[in-house]
């Protein structure tokens, strides 16, 4: 479809262009003559424009350019450019609070280690104790309890 009058704007109904292609017409008082195309290269429509209208459609063409371009940006890119854009100081900060962090969730996690193991071997003396409950899990402050009276029953027997 052609459009040349000079109120035509692009409405919600108006596809969406990949690309446009523009020309000079012959005469010098026709304009910019414009073929917006899908990305399947069909072309949505034509406009021949009025010397008035050239500078309406650049801004229309310029706004839309933007827009793509900045559509293609990704999370990943983002978060790069922010990174790049952070004054030094600030990224070098933020680093170290990284690097922080990761000391400390490995400290968490040897702490974690260690009391894994020492509940894991308090479960198999209280399965020897216990015979017939292999699966069974014993209660966390029964256990310790339970542990605690063994302690005190072996540190009676070494005294007597």
């Known amino acids: 479809m052609t459009r040349s009058d000079d109120n035509w704007r692009p409405g919600p109904e108006t596809p969406r262009a990949h690309h446009f292609d523009a020309a000079f017409c012959g005469d010098p ?13 069909q072309p949505i429509c034509e406009i ?11 801004e229309i063409c310029q706004d839309y350019l933007y827009e793509k371009a900045t559509q293609r940006v990704d999370d ?5 450019l922010k990174l790049e854009l952070l004054p030094a100081d600030r990224l070098s900060a933020l680093r170290q609070e990284l690097a922080e962090a990761k000391e400390h969730a490995e400290s968490l996690q040897f702490t974690f280690d260690l009391q894994w ?8 003396r209280w399965r020897e104790a216990h015979p017939g409950n292999d699966l069974v899990l014993p209660d966390r402050a029964n256990l310790v309890v339970w542990l605690i009276e063994e302690y005190e029953k072996l540190k009676a027997e070494r005294h007597d």
């Open 76 to 80: 990943q890119q983002l978060a790069d």
């Open 48 to 58: 021949v424009t009025s010397a008035r209208q050239t500078l309406m459609l650049v």
């Open 117 to 124: 193991k020492a509940d894991m071997r308090a479960v198999a």
């Open 29 to 41: 008082n026709c304009g910019i003559h414009i073929v917006a195309f899908t990305e399947r290269h």
